[in-house]
């Protein structure tokens, strides 16, 4: 099997000569299938056109032949989703843990309030104290 660097070296008449076996083309498609590589890498790879590439795709494609149709989506994409349901996650169980918190010291009050008779948690029907009320600038010009 040839490298890439002998491939780079390769005239336009040498590549155009040259032959793929089947066991190379099939090898490809079922990268490709498996979302392994891409159409151009495989270009890139072997110095062939994509014509050809889809061509072997519509010989050797198990999902070709069985009529499947294939998502693609960049690999990129598909780390994306996956960091982006790990952040969900984690941030679901920081949402819990704050909850937990909150419950337990809504339940302290509760407690506090009752053992000492005092009333700790504010109304939010109570007046305002003294000196809580808007500030009003003083905005006439001389």
């Known amino acids: 099997m040839a490298t890439i660097e002998q491939y780079e070296k390769l005239t336009v008449r040498e590549r155009m000569q040259r032959y793929f076996s089947e066991e190379i083309k099939k090898k490809k498609v079922s ?6 590589t891409s159409i151009s890498e495989i270009c890139r790879e072997y110095q062939v056109s994509r014509t050809s ?3 072997w795709v519509n010989k050797y494609s198990r ?35 704050k909850q937990l918190k909150i419950d337990f010291l ?27 009320g808007t500030i009003v600038k003083n905005t006439a010009k001389k």
């Not at 499947?68 to 349901?85: F, M, N, P, W, Y």
């Not at 809504?106 to 809580?132: H, N, P, R, W």
């Open 31 to 36: 990268e490709l299938d498996r979302n392994l």
């Open 53 to 55: 590439v889809s061509r």
């Open 63 to 97: 999902m070709r032949q069985k009529k499947q149709k294939q998502v693609v989506e960049a690999k990129s994409d598909t780390r994306k989703i996956g960091q982006l349901k790990d952040e969900v996650h984690e941030l679901e169980h920081i949402v819990g843990q």
């Open 106 to 132: 809504e339940k302290m009050i509760e407690i506090a309030e009752q053992e000492y008779g005092v009333d700790i948690k504010k109304k939010f029907s109570s007046k305002l104290s003294i000196g809580t």
